[in-house]
């Protein structure tokens, strides 16, 4: 012991002490888990929980977010009551102006995630705002959006408070004692060493809010966020405040208001914020006050008097600027780390630390009790971020945009502006040549989303709540693929090899398909978890017999090879490479893509000779090309492998082969198109780590007997048995509307579900969504058949029909002719 009288021992040790570290401990206090400390460096919220608004705002922008924040308004109401700590929570209720017509049709899809999960939110008239706060100005609003369970705390009132529940729950907290090393051993940490001492621990959670991503990268973690200066002032009393004053976004004007003890707290969110300290956090900056920038503040106290003309008149007590921690894509970071077992993550919080705590801290405490995240978190796990994304150059740039992101608007499809060209495929000069509109959906990689052509128009302004701009772009080219040929830049691939005397069997075990298949074929499955819920969605070539490709989406190339490390025997004799960035991939697709390939190449693609999903070595030129007869947009086709260095050979030889056979350079917008007409699925947003085979359509994939049991395979038979209420269904819909994800889906009026994902269905002309529905029993086709189905899409209904079948080509005679 030291005279911090720190223990030898713990099983966890949380890093930091603002207000989500606190509420790790308590939360895991709560689990029973009180071998666990918590060290703060300074003392408790004097990193940036100090300065927190505290505002309580439970809807998101997705569902899972929102179900996430939820939880933060149970437990701060009964926080107070369990710990004897005042937490000065109130439920004020909440406003969200709109001033135009765009601002409320994104309002309305926001109240659709509170339907869903079962969060009041109600459209109203800028008449009703003035119900709730008669001086606002209102003439110049479209109308607004009322949560009923927004509110506020005071948040060092309630870090405070989940410190003293962990405490009564025999969680030891040490302020005044920075960690300065945690050690490792065999890709798991082992210690945390501080100024006063060593701790050995199972496990630990970096809470470190703003020092997050130096303290993750002194273990080689990523930890993608960056703080940058965020403003607010404070007047002094205004008399004649409404009581409960109610949280109010001006959300086109970027300020946000809320009361404080009869004072008005104005702050907001600029396009163009300052990053600080990008090189990396001083230790000793506890409650730190950055220097007052008159002209920041000016826009939001002109926007603040033009909402609420009081304001003229009213003194100002503090001005503050102060740092907040933000990440490239304004989403938290939650999660084991994929390069250090037993390493958790909660940091990145975006200036919603407070709301967000509640839900984080349990998120985590469960996962490490439990040993699986319980509830699926791919929209904010930490296993979404590439290395790239946490270099100071890319997070100086990207992060001071993502601050002006919170209030500015969320169109769909929007794509960042800064911190561009990170990573291109080797065939991005051509791509641009041929007019691509790029976008980085996934990670850094620039991906062609639709190309400007003379047949298809000149783009000028992207984004729109309404028909989309590039949608005539992308029909041009989906019927070009349908009518003749299209190449597809699909370089972002993951592509991992396995190679060894136990490849086969570790493969059998991973995937629920069998891939016992002979050399030369190519193989559809998901890995699954134990509870039967699919973690990855993949393509397996088998190239020897001790040597398989397995290819993944972009997005999930990190997650796919941490779940695949993890998951595999020990004493295996295999081993997993990531060929990801050796390999461009071209896919060539459309009716005529055996007639132009077959131009360039020395082997036969006759149905015959090339069978529907298998694969070969062909030679283009002289370059030899793995060549694996899929498609993603259900058209015959193949995905051409090709080293990085020879790929633009094969390229050009593709393109100038091409002359008669009406060629079009496609993108990912075409793509996904194609893709739901063909009833194709996408992992992260038709299924997930909560959905089985079974669910989502895919129970062919699943071979019950082959001979090694694959990880799920218990609850698969288990399931199989006892049926499921929920289904994944796809629908068309008339009228295209702009079909996204999570719009409220009803059967003879009565919420059902949600979509999953949606779009144009160029090809057959429909609107087409995916979504899971759930019936009151077992669900059954009869079910599905007999009702009548509806979806709201920014406030307006419009029927949908169920299909047994895909619109396209559904018995497969164009992909496998």
Known sequence: MTQYNLPAEARAVVIGGGIVGCSVAYHLGKLGWSDTVLLERDVLTSGTSWHAAGIVGPLRSSLNLTCLSMYAVDLFQSLEEETGQATGYRRTGGLWLAQTQDRMAELHRTAGNGEIAGLEADIISASDVAGCWPELKIDDLAGALWVPADGQTNPVDTTMAYAKGARQNGVKIVEKCPVTNIETHKTRVSAVVTEHGRIRCEYVINCGGMWARQLGASVGVDVPLQATEHVYFVTEPIAGLPDPLPITRDLDAGIYMKE?????????????????????????????????????????????????????????????????????????????????????????????????????????????DGGEPPMDVWEVDIQRFGPDQATTAFLSKRCVESLGNQFAMHWPYKQPTTARDITRTPFHDRLAGCGAHFGTPVMTWERPLWFNTRDSGTITSPYSYGPQPWWPNAEHEALATRDHVAVYDLTPFSKFEFAGPDAEHELQRLIAADVAVPVGRTVYGQMLNRHGGIESDVTVMRLDDNRFWVIGGAPTRIKDHTWITRQMTGSASVTVNDLTDDHAVLGVMGANSRSLLSRVCDSSLANDDFEFSTWQEIHVRDVAVRANRLSFVGELGWELYIPKDKALDVYDTIVDAANGLGLAHAGMFALDSCRLEKGYRHWGHDMGPEDTPLEVGLGFAVAYEKSVEFIGREAMLRKREAGSKRRLVLFSIGGNPLVLHDEPVYRDDELVGQTTSGGRAFRTGDSLAFAMIAAPEKITQEWIDSGAFSVRIAGEIHAMSPLRKPPYDPDGIRLKG
């Open 260 to 368: 404080d003890a009869g004072k008005l707290v104005i702050g907001g969110f600029e396009d163009e914020a300052r990053a600080w300290c990008p090189d990396g956090i001083p230790m000793d900056a506890s409650y730190t006050i950055l220097p007052e920038d008159w002209d920041r503040y000016a826009v939001f106290m002109e926007n603040g008097i033009t909402r609420f003309p009081v304001l003229e008149n009213a003194g100002i007590r503090q001005f503050m600027n102060g740092p907040e921690s933000f990440t490239p894509d304004t989403r938290q970071i939650i999660g084991e780390a994929p390069t250090l077992k037993n390493f958790f993550v909660a940091a990145g919080f975006n200036s919603i630390g407070v709301v967000s705590s509640a839900g984080a801290g349990k998120v985590i405490a469960e996962w490490i």
